[in-house]
């Protein structure tokens, strides 16, 4: 089942901090973020795995609790560079490498 | 390091015809996936080979087949197309080591008409 996003849109000003939901019905393995820029592929962000971990890539970080199948997506001090739309995508099994991806979070960035 | 590379890049096909994608991974990784994303939605999972077996299959009709050569790159093949299929398709590949990363190339882009 397609882990649900939210919210589905943020617009922010240039330096304010966002934070994005993922959601899932099912016992999770792992957590995946990606962003993608309009026309663009998908760019990896990180992966979460089973056992609760938090992990941070300059200004944007993620947690992931296995107990409540959610992860959430923290951006910090917002760049322009960071407008997107963000997807997670999960994993129910370990080396299944199936993703199944949210509907995503549109996030702009004005300056 | 060459990232992740689809061909062609744009596609326009009738109704009922037959389209033939393709991908080559980065060097080194022997996984490829293969989802397809609708205008506006979430990519979703068609196919995942590695070392030229298939690994996973998404819920999409027999229409739909792949399959990886021995040098891991990989064709997608749609036959029957119908305007629904009309989408971003986008390939992803994976590091051996680290084989849950996936990183996607530039999708082709069906039109159906």
């Known amino acids: 089942q397609q882990p649900v996003q939210s919210p589905q849109a943020v617009i922010l000003r240039e330096g304010e901090d966002a934070v994005i939901n993922c959601s899932s019905s099912?016992?999770?393995?792992?957590v995946h973020w990606y962003r993608q820029k309009h026309g663009e592929a998908p760019v990896f962000l990180m992966i979460?795995?089973?056992?609760?971990e938090q992990k941070g890539h300059e200004k944007i970080s993620a947690s992931f609790n296995e107990k409540k199948q959610q992860s959430s997506l923290y951006l910090t001090a917002s760049q322009l560079s960071y407008s997107g739309t963000y997807f997670c995508g999960t994993e129910s099994i370990q080396g299944a490498q199936k993703l199944v991806f949210g509907q995503g979070t549109r996030l702009t960035i004005n300056p | 390091d060459a990232g992740v590379t689809q061909s062609p890049t744009h596609l326009i096909k009738t109704r009922g015809q037959h389209v033939t994608l393709r991908c080559s991974p980065i060097s080194g990784h022997k996984s490829v996936s293969w989802y397809q994303q609708v205008l506006g939605q979430g990519p979703q999972f068609i196919f995942q080979?590695?070392?030229?077996?298939?690994?996973g299959r998404g819920n999409f009709p027999d229409r739909f087949s792949a399959r990886q050569f021995p040098n891991y790159s990989s064709e997608l093949n749609v036959n029957a197309l119908l305007l629904g299929d009309s989408a971003l398709y986008l390939c992803?590949?994976?590091?051996?080591?680290?084989?849950?990363?996936?990183?996607f190339g530039p999708g082709t882009r069906l039109t159906v008409t």
């Open positions: 099912k016992a999770l393995y792992s």
């Open positions: 992803a590949s994976s590091p051996p080591v680290r084989v849950n990363e996936q990183y």
């Open positions: 080979y590695y070392e030229k077996e298939e690994r």
């Open positions: 979460l795995l089973k056992g609760g």
